[in-house]
């Protein structure tokens, strides 16, 4: 049985056109932040940068986006620009966090 045909609607269609902006701006700023000399000695294994993320996001509220592509473009800017300054201190302290706390 198809799932549109367990729904009422096709679930991961809907999933495709669903996008949390919150999640672009941390990967962003992670990779800005790590890229510093400050924090050259941060471990960047896999597990610590989704350990990273995780801990950023988990602090930051979630911004859903969909709409038409038309709109799309200048509401992502005018979300991004009340969230970077947000983001980049949670994502420092994720670094801190993580670094302190290794689950490696």
């Known amino acids: 049985m198809k799932d549109i045909e367990?729904?009422?609607f096709d679930v991961e269609e809907l999933?495709?056109?669903l996008r949390?902006?919150?999640e672009k701006i941390v990967l962003n700023t992670m990779n800005e932040l790590l890229?510093?000399?400050e924090y050259g000695n941060t471990c960047k294994c896999h597990q610590c940068l989704?350990?990273?993320a995780s801990y950023a996001l988990n602090r930051l509220?979630?911004?859903y986006i969909?709409?038409?592509?038309?709109?799309?473009?200048?509401?992502?800017?005018e979300f991004e620009n009340?969230?970077?300054i947000d983001a980049a201190s949670v994502v420092k302290k994720a670094i801190k966090v993580v670094s302190n706390n290794p689950r490696h």
């Open 20 to 22: 949390n902006n919150t």
């Open 35 to 37: 890229k510093d000399p």
């Open 6 to 8: 367990k729904n009422c």
């Open 82 to 84: 009340s969230v970077n």
């Open 61 to 63: 509220p979630a911004k």
């Open 15 to 17: 999933k495709k056109e």
């Open 66 to 77: 969909a709409s038409p592509k038309g709109n799309l473009q200048s509401k992502i800017a």
């Open 50 to 52: 989704k350990d990273i």
